[in-house]
């Protein structure tokens, strides 16, 4: 035990005269480190941000809100979707005739926007 605290004291003693023999090294290694950390902690506090945010667009939609366009919502604008005949209810089937396990009323459709509303 006696040992082991000399050599801990002598490895603390050589660090110390390193650091203040080469103290511009030592500066710019603690500020390297320093610089690191702060990264590294703005990265996370971004990402739950930006995480957060998606998360709080998304939830707008509400859980009961089913949206169907003909067009793509994120691409740019698609000379193949531009003149594709408009939908109709007559030929789609509920969504319970889809899969048996789903248990939900039929679609509504409103004229004011395309959305298919699940009442």
């Known amino acids: ?16 005269t390193q650091i ?7 500066m710019l290694t603690a500020l390297g480190v320093i610089i690191g950390i702060i990264a590294v902690t703005l990265m996370g506090t971004a990402i739950l941000g930006i995480d957060a945010g998606v998360e709080n667009s998304l939830s707008g939609f509400g859980d009961d809100v089913l949206y169907v366009t003909k067009t793509p919502w994120f691409d740019g604008p698609d000379e193949s ?4 005949p408009t939908g109709s209810t007559n030929g789609s089937r509920p969504i319970p005739a889809v899969h048996s396990s789903l248990r939900c009323p039929p679609p509504t459709q409103t004229q004011q926007s ?6």
């Not at 395309?114 to 009442?119: E, G, L, T, V, Y």
């Open 20 to 26: 203040r023999a080469n103290k511009m090294r030592s």
């Open 1 to 16: 035990m006696r040992r082991f605290i000399y050599e801990l004291l002598e490895s603390f003693r050589i660090a110390w």
């Open 114 to 119: 395309p959305a298919a509303s699940f009442a």
């Open 81 to 84: 979707f531009r003149n594709t």
